[in-house]
């Protein structure tokens, strides 16, 4: 499976970008899809993530309330619909599939956040947060 990521650009403070990553071939449906994001001299951060069923979902704290991932899969193709950005939001996001899913224990939600945990990585999109 390949994936390719696209949407990143430039936008102002405050305003909106949605990042699109198509998937070539069939993802197990037991995948889930996630988002990651580096910035210069920082390492690759955790984003949001979705099953790809579509029945659970996980965001980075300061990416909770901002920004939403979904999944869309007659098309193959997982967004992260990035509101209200930031400056700090500056980075060049990647998607990446990881054969762990999002579960739930209890009532605590266990999901693949490290990049180790991640097998397929599409190529990254820039996305740039200045005035």
């Known amino acids: 499976v390949q994936l390719q990521a696209s949407g990143g650009g430039l936008v102002q403070p405050g305003g909106s970008l949605r990042l699109s990553c198509a998937a070539s071939g069939r993802t197990p449906s037991t995948y889930a899809m996630g988002w990651f994001r580096q910035a210069p001299g920082r390492e690759r951060e955790f984003v949001a993530a979705i099953n790809w069923s579509g029945s659970l979902t996980y965001y980075a704290n300061y990416a909770r309330g901002r920004f939403i991932i979904s999944v869309d899969n007659a098309k193959n193709t997982v967004y992260l619909q990035m509101n209200n950005l930031e400056p700090e939001d500056t980075a060049v996001y990647y998607c990446?599939?990881?054969?762990?899913?999002?579960?739930?224990?209890?009532?605590?939600?266990?999901?693949?956040?490290?990049?180790?945990?991640?097998?397929?990585w599409g190529q990254g999109t820039q996305v740039t947060v200045s005035s």
């Open positions: 990446a599939a990881t054969p762990y899913s999002i579960v739930v224990v209890t009532t605590t939600i266990i999901c693949p956040t490290d990049p180790y945990e991640y097998d397929n």
